[in-house]
């Protein structure tokens, strides 16, 4: 079992940034994609942008590309998603989630239903 913690959400002004991270504890997490995903009030949860477990490959949701961007620190098993230029629209409850590959894997993916582990979510707020 792999237990995600996110973190470093919170309020922030339009055109402000955060750094959103996700931790484990497991040594697999490093052979994992972990994606970041997020849920609006009163919408679907939808993809915002994913890593692979060798962090040579990324990709994102075209509403967040050339804002946000994933890294990874398998050392440390933590992804982080840094957000700049805040919009009011990427408020929401941001969610990580890891589907696991293999070491040095370059796969990801956007699809919600391959991601097996998911933690609670943090919540972002973007005031206008």
């Known amino acids: 079992q792999v237990q995600l913690v996110e973190s470093g959400g919170g309020l922030v002004q339009a055109g402000g940034s955060l750094r959103l991270s996700c931790a484990t504890s497991t040594r697999t997490f490093s052979s994992s994609a972990v994606g970041w995903f997020r849920q609006a009030p009163g919408k679907d949860r939808e993809f915002v942008g994913t890593i692979s477990a060798s962090g040579f490959i990324t990709q994102y949701a075209d509403s967040v590309k050339g804002r946000f961007t994933i890294s990874r620190d398998n050392a440390k098993t933590t992804v982080y998603l840094q957000m700049s230029s805040l919009k009011s629209e990427d408020t929401a409850v941001y969610y990580c989630?890891?589907?696991?590959?293999?070491?040095?894997?370059?796969?990801?993916?956007?699809?919600?239903?391959?991601?097996?582990?998911w933690g609670q979510g943090t919540q972002v707020t973007v005031s206008s």
């Open positions: 989630a890891a589907v696991p590959t293999a070491s040095g894997s370059f796969y990801v993916t956007g699809r919600q239903y391959e991601y097996k582990y």
